[in-house]
C-alpha cells in the first residue's frame, strides 16, 4: 500500500516538476517543440521530474508484486489529486470547490480500499493469458492509428483510452513475469507486452494531449488503466479482498476512480491560472 501511494506521489509530483520547467524554457527563448524540450532538460526541476518518474515506476512494480492489481491503479489513478494539490502550491493554479471535494473523494476511496484489501492473488497466469496481454498490446497500437483520424473530442477520448489500456497492460504483465533470467524473460509474451504497451501508452498519451481535450485523454486513460487491469486480477490472478469487506473494496474501487475523473484536467498541469473573466458593462 505504502509502494502504491509511494509511486502516485512520484507520478503526480513528477508532472508540476516537469511543467514548472517547461514554463521556464519557453519563457527563456524561442523556437518550436524540441529547442524547449532542449532547455528544460538542462534544468534541475525537469531532472528531478524524470527521477521521481522512475521511482515511481520502482515503486509501481514493487506494488503489483505485493497487492491486488485493483489497488494499485486506482493509487495510479489519485496521482492526479498529487498534481492538483501541487498546482495549486507551486503553479498557483486555483482549484474550485468541487477540485478541492474531488481531492478529498480521493482519499476517501483509497483509504477504503487500503481497509478492505487482501493481498495479492496466488493464482499464477496462464500461457493463453501471456499470449492475451500481448494480443492487446498490439491492439492498442491498432487504436493509435484508428484514434488519430478521429476529430475533437472523439479522437482525444479514444486515443487517451488506448493509451490506459497500454498501461493497463504494463500493470499485468508485470504480475505474469515470474522469473528474471534472461532465458526466461525473452521466452515469455508477456515481457514483450510490457515493452509494447508501455510505449504505445505513452506515444499515445502524448499524441492525445498535443492534439486534443486534457480533460477528454486522461478520462479515457483513467478508465482504462484502472477497469480492465482490475477485473483481469480478480477473475484470472486470484485478487481478493479481505473476507466480508469486497462490498467495500468496490466502493473504495468507484469512489476513487470517480474522483480522478473529476481531476482529469490535471492530466497536464495547467501553464497559467485559471481566472474568471469579468462580464462586459454594457
Do not use: H
Not at 492473488?121 to 493463453?128: K, P
Not at 500481448?134 to 491498432?142: F, I, N, Q, R
Not at 483481469?232 to 480522478?260: I, M, S
Amino acid at each position: 500500500m505504502v509502494c502504491a501511494l509511494g509511486a502516485a506521489v512520484c507520478y503526480g509530483t513528477a508532472t508540476v516538476l516537469q511543467a514548472l520547467a517547461a514554463r521556464a524554457a519557453v519563457r527563456t527563448g524561442g523556437g518550436g517543440d524540441v529547442a524547449v524540450l532542449l532547455r528544460a532538460l538542462r534544468q534541475w526541476r525537469y531532472l528531478a521530474g524524470l527521477a521521481l518518474d522512475g521511482v515511481g515506476f520502482l515503486l509501481q512494480v514493487a506494488a503489483l508484486r505485493s497487492v491486488p492489481i485493483y489497488l494499485v491503479g486506482a493509487a495510479l489513478a489519485s496521482s492526479l489529486a498529487v498534481t492538483a494539490v501541487a498546482s495549486a502550491r507551486l503553479l498557483r493554479v486555483r482549484l474550485s470547490r468541487l477540485e478541492w471535494s474531488a481531492v478529498a473523494v480521493v482519499c476517501a476511496g483509497m483509504a477504503m480500499l487500503g481497509l478492505a484489501s487482501g493481498t495479492e492473488g496466488d493464482t499464477g497466469g496462464t500461457a493463453a493469458l501471456r499470449w492475451s496481454v500481448l494480443g492487446v498490446a498490439l491492439v492498442v497500437l491498432g487504436l493509435g492509428a484508428v484514434g488519430g483520424r478521429l476529430a475533437g473530442r472523439s479522437r482525444a477520448l479514444v486515443l487517451g483510452l488506448g493509451a490506459g489500456l497500454g498501461f493497463g497492460v504494463v500493470e499485468v504483465s508485470v504480475r505474469l513475469i515470474d522469473s528474471l533470467a534472461l532465458s526466461d524473460l525473452v521466452a515469455n509474451p508477456a515481457s514483450y507486452a510490457l515493452l509494447v504497451g508501455g510505449a504505445a501508452a505513452f506515444l499515445l498519451l502524448t499524441t492525445a494531449l498535443q492534439r486534443g481535450s486534457v480533460t477528454s485523454a486522461t478520462a479515457g486513460m483513467v478508465i482504462g488503466e484502472t477497469v480492465g487491469p482490475a477485473a483481469v486480477g480478480v477473475l484470472w490472478l486470484g485478487d481478493r479482498t479481505r473476507e466480508g469487506l469486497a462490498w467495500l473494496a468496490v466502493l473504495g474501487f468507484v469512489v476513487a476512480v470517480a474522483g480522478a475523473l473529476m481531476l482529469a484536467r490535471f492530466g497536464e498541469a495547467p501553464e497559467t491560472e485559471t481566472r474568471p473573466v469579468a462580464e462586459p458593462v454594457p
